[in-house]
T-cell receptor, first 114, second 110 residues
């Protein structure tokens, strides 16, 4: 389970506020991912990064932004433009972005908008 | 893009019974098929995976079978135990990102 950490575990936000979720890995993985999990919806890809200083939109990128300035870090900002941000957010990483590389998940951050 | 259908959405079994979860996919280029287990409030963890050059893979009580012609793959759990209770997700990928099914909640009753 070690190697990928996310903080905080729980996060509360008022409507209209931006909030940044942290994801760090020490596995020397090139690729990192952000997923959103809602009940009955499975895991949906928000953004992914194949390498430092590069990232691409996933299936549900609207209202989110990311950066990848360091190999170890891939923070996700949930902006006020995200209409329904309450969800469980999971970060993952893999050795490369090849589709056959195993993805390892962090423990998740549960975001609640009040 | 890829479309993955996972069935059933919930599955209740008695301890000791077998459980089978099936996923179908649409992209013929898919060649990697992992299964993840997620306990309540925890992270998903890989339990088994299979690549397209293999038709079946087994690890103790868990097995995965793949039918590339029919574009479906299944997770088989034998001799289920209460600690197998969790949500199970299938995934598929070809050259790019993973697409996940919506999950199956498995409940194993003692």
């Amino acid at each position: 389970d070690g190697g990928i950490t996310q903080s905080p575990k729980y996060l509360f936000r008022k409507e209209g506020q931006n909030v940044t979720l942290s994801c760090e890995q020490n596995l020397n993985h090139d690729a990192m991912y952000w997923y959103r999990q809602d009940p009955g919806q499975g895991l949906r890809l928000i953004y992914y990064s194949q390498i430092v200083n590069d990232f691409q939109k996933g299936d549900i990128a609207e209202g989110y932004s990311v950066s990848r300035e360091k190999k170890e870090s891939f923070p996700l900002t949930v902006t006020s433009a995200q209409k329904n941000p309450t969800a469980f957010y999971l970060c993952a990483s893999s050795f490369t972005h090849r589709g056959t590389d195993t993805q390892y998940f962090g423990p998740g951050t549960r975001l609640t908008v009040l | 893009g890829e479309n993955v259908e996972q069935h059933p959405s919930t599955l209740s079994v008695q301890e000791g019974d077998s459980a089978v979860i099936k996923c179908t996919y649409s992209d013929s280029a898919s060649n990697y098929f992992p299964w993840y287990k997620q306990e309540l409030g925890k992270r998903p963890q890989l339990i088994i995976d299979i690549r397209s050059n293999v038709g079946e893979k087994k690890d103790q009580r868990i097995a995965v079978t793949l039918n590339k012609t029919a574009k479906h793959f299944s997770l088989h759990i034998t001799e289920t135990q209460p600690e197998d209770s969790a949500v199970y997700f299938c995934g598929t990928s070809g050259y790019s990102t993973l697409t996940f099914g919506k999950g199956t909640m498995l409940l194993v009753s003692p």
